[in-house]
């Protein structure tokens, strides 16, 4: 039964897109578990009956953190290449040495839905402990239809039993199966014409991502795909310009795509056409920390585009083996020189933008659920400033208090 909720003395930074950071001292009213009401106490509706009424005392609040892209279900881990890439092995060689993605894709097949639901669900506890409430996970280590369903159905399961909203993305085109070695395009063909369609059915996926990249998916090949899934009703997003620039980007804001991450290598002809589009950009800063990358983003030209920059953890256990989400906020502001605001509208507002749910969720603003983060900070510049603490002092879902 949902409840009426007065949080009274709340310092509030909505992340709305013309939010400056600066906190204001409100109440909030929840109702059924949406914002029903903000404004000083002084100017409280005597109309409504609380059931719970809550002094925040002046803590701050957010909205609840979205992490728009994440790789978190998987079988086993990377370490032993992490220790190769100390020695000065490369990400691009490790994975022509068949590393990289399909030594997690080997691990994962072998794993049963039991064991990965257990381990998947080990690491997403760390994210609602730090105050998230919509976290998105992408499928992309089975690379065969038992697998990859079997990966997708994890996520589901997932979904049934975390009091979270997860958003499930099939990355089947992560990159090519050992069963179809050098045959790229047979493998597109395949997920085209046997993957797609079942997924589609059972509606396992929310949306469709790939790899278009030097070591993944041409252009071309990227673009059937994301045409196809367009065309069964998926949303659409793409993995681009990390490595180099192959005008993914471009292509996917023609063809309506949510968002396009990573961006290292993102051209100042492409930022024009997402601006064009609305496209969300997606900056991952975990993996460019992880891999020792030296080519930024864009960050400046974006900034000026005025297109908002989402941020995701890439939590993966390849290139950001990262159980730490909230660290994604100070890795942003350090090493992409986001301000703090930005980054925390990265993963609230166009967080929410890049996986189409910026009209439910992302801001604090009436009419929109009551997904909320309540920290023992005193400003929001706090949340990037502090290195490996975790100040929650409660997470709202739903207008439900969570945890405290």
């Known amino acids: ?177 050992p069963e179809f070695k050098n045959r790229e395009n047979d493998y597109i063909d395949w997920i085209i014409e046997n993957l797609l369609p079942y997924v589609s059915k059972h509606q396992l996926a929310d ?38 620039d192959l005008g993914g980007s471009k292509m996917a804001a023609d063809l309506g795509a949510l968002s396009c991450d990573h961006l290292e290598y993102l051209s100042p002809a492409d930022i024009q056409q997402l601006q064009k589009t609305q496209i969300t950009p997606v900056l991952l800063p975990a993996a460019y920390y992880f891999l020792r990358e030296t080519k930024l983003p864009p960050i400046q030209a974006l900034r000026n585009s005025g297109i908002g920059i989402a941020l995701g953890s890439d939590s993966n256990p390849g290139s950001a083996p990262l159980l730490s989400p909230l660290l994604t906020l100070n890795f942003a502001t350090t090493l992409f020189k986001m301000t703090a605001i930005e980054a925390l509208k990265g993963m609230t507002i166009y967080g929410a933008k890049a996986l189409g749910i910026s009209q439910q969720v992302g801001s604090i603003e009436v009419g929109k659920i009551a997904d909320l983060a309540i920290w023992d900070l005193d400003k929001a510049e706090e949340l990037s400033y502090w290195i490996g603490s975790n100040p929650l002092y409660a997470r709202v879902k739903q207008g439900v208090i969570q945890e405290k």
């Open 1 to 177: 039964m949902m409840k009426t909720l007065l949080f009274k003395n709340a310092k509030i930074v909505d992340c709305t897109h013309n939010c400056q950071g600066e906190g204001i001292i409100v109440d909030l009213i929840i109702e059924n578990g949406y914002i029903q009401w903000i404004g000083h106490h002084n100017k409280l509706p005597k109309t409504y009956s609380f059931d719970h009424d809550i002094n925040l005392e002046q803590r701050l609040v957010t909205p609840g953190l979205i992490d728009c892209h994440t790789h978190l279900v998987y079988g086993g881990d990377r370490a032993a290449e992490y220790a190769q890439r100390l020695l000065g092995v490369s990400y691009e060689e490790i994975s022509r040495q068949g590393g990289g993605i399909l030594s997690t894709v080997k691990k994962t097949r072998s794993q049963s839905k039991e064991e990965l639901v257990n381990s998947a669900s080990k690491r997403l506890k760390n994210w609602m402990k730090q105050g998230f409430t919509t976290v998105e996970i992408k499928s992309g280590y089975g690379l065969d239809f038992d697998s990859e369903v079997k990966m997708l159905e994890v996520i589901n399961a997932l979904k049934q039993t975390f009091n979270l909203s997860i958003h499930s993305t099939l990355l089947a085109a992560h990159t090519v199966p």
């Open 207 to 244: 949306a469709v991502d790939v790899f278009c990249e030097s070591i993944g998916f041409s252009l071309e090949q990227s673009q059937r795909l994301l045409l196809a899934a367009k065309n069964s009703g998926f949303n659409l997003k793409i993995h681009a310009e990390q490595l180099s």
